[in-house]
């Protein structure tokens, strides 16, 4: 399981690179964005089922891949490559871009369960999930649940009404939890950069002494 989650992080990361060095950074994220994001989105409001499925799959690759990343920058492995693995902040910089880099993960995390609701909405004809007030705008009523699911705020004005569905919330909100550890790891992380940065700011002094 690790050694595949391993795998897949250096897989897309070394085609995000590619795709960097060829096209831009711009490019890479937006290619990033409509693939993971966009495209699910789009796939479930084609005509056949085959694709709302298709659009399901697709956003739980995401899930899949984002929840190794959280659990390997959490814990660390010696054999990943670029900035995976155990986070290790050293300057103001760094430390800004782990925090923009972990709520997009989180924004991406609500998403693709979004998308993941909306397509079992679209499989089992709106029996998946029961929606007390729902609006005109179908996929926008499951972005809120997912939203105050992950954020395990859950008002109850839409529930899961099979088992599917509620297996998917409670991954949810595990994911949600998985992030919480992260955000407390990117400030011990920096807590414990500061204390040895102090350390050899003194050790420094002695010796000048």
Known sequence: MLKVWIAILNFLSAKEFKIADKLGEASAIISHFFV???????????????????????????????????FLSVFG?????????????????????????ALIKYIGGIISF?????????????????????????????????LVTITTVGYG???PAIWISKTFVIIEILFGLGFIVLFLTILISLY????????????YIRKAK
């Open 157 to 159: 004005d839409i529930e």
């Open 77 to 101: 492995h010696e054999k990943l490559e670029k900035k995976r693995g155990m986070i290790d902040i050293t300057n103001v910089r760094e430390m800004r871009e782990e925090i923009t880099g």
């Open 36 to 70: 993971f994001w966009i495209l699910p989105i789009i796939l479930l409001y084609l005509p056949l089922k085959f694709f709302a499925a298709l659009g399901i799959v697709i956003a739980l690759f995401y899930i899949y891949v984002l929840a190794g990343d959280i």
């Open 114 to 146: 979004a998308t993941i609701y909306n397509g079992l909405q679209q499989i089992f004809q709106g029996k998946a999930f029961v929606i007390y007030h729902p609006s005109p705008f179908p996929y926008f009523d499951l972005l809120y649940f997912s």
């Open 192 to 203: 414990i950069d500061i204390q040895r940065k102090k350390n050899m700011i003194n050790i």
